[in-house]
């Protein structure tokens, strides 16, 4: 692999990796259309699908998605195995609703 692959480089080692689109399909729960029409139209991986892929495959979501992933930014978090769904459980908000004390009023 080239030190700074395209977007559509790196989608083609993804699916070098995964072993087809079929296969890489599969393994993020999606048609293999849908990633025929990526590799034929949009020539990436779109924005919602690159945290998959990258778990799936291990192609670095900055290779993936430079235009939203810079490398820059440092590498990439050790995630758990998967399709990346057991990371939304681990997500805290960062707004908790306020709920007053009842007890403290007057």
């Known amino acids: 692999m080239v030190i700074n692959p395209t977007p559509y480089e790196a989608l083609q080692w993804a ?3 995964a072993g087809s689109q079929s296969a890489l399909a599969r393994k993020i729960g999606l048609s293999q ?4 029409k ?16 990258e778990a799936a495959t291990g192609v670095p979501r ?9 490398a820059d930014l440092g ?5 758990p195995a998967g399709h990346g769904h057991e990371r939304a459980a681990a997500v805290v908000p960062l707004h908790q609703p ?3 004390n009842r007890s403290a009023a007057a």
């Not at 259309?33 to 025929?36: G, I, K, N």
């Open 15 to 17: 699916l070098e990796i």
């Open 33 to 36: 259309a849908a990633v025929w």
């Open 38 to 53: 990526w590799v034929q139209s949009s020539k990436r991986v779109p924005a919602e699908f690159v945290l998959r892929v």
């Open 62 to 70: 900055h290779h993936l998605r430079p235009d939203i992933y810079p």
């Open 75 to 79: 590498p990439s978090p050790d995630w």
């Open 98 to 100: 306020h709920t007053p």
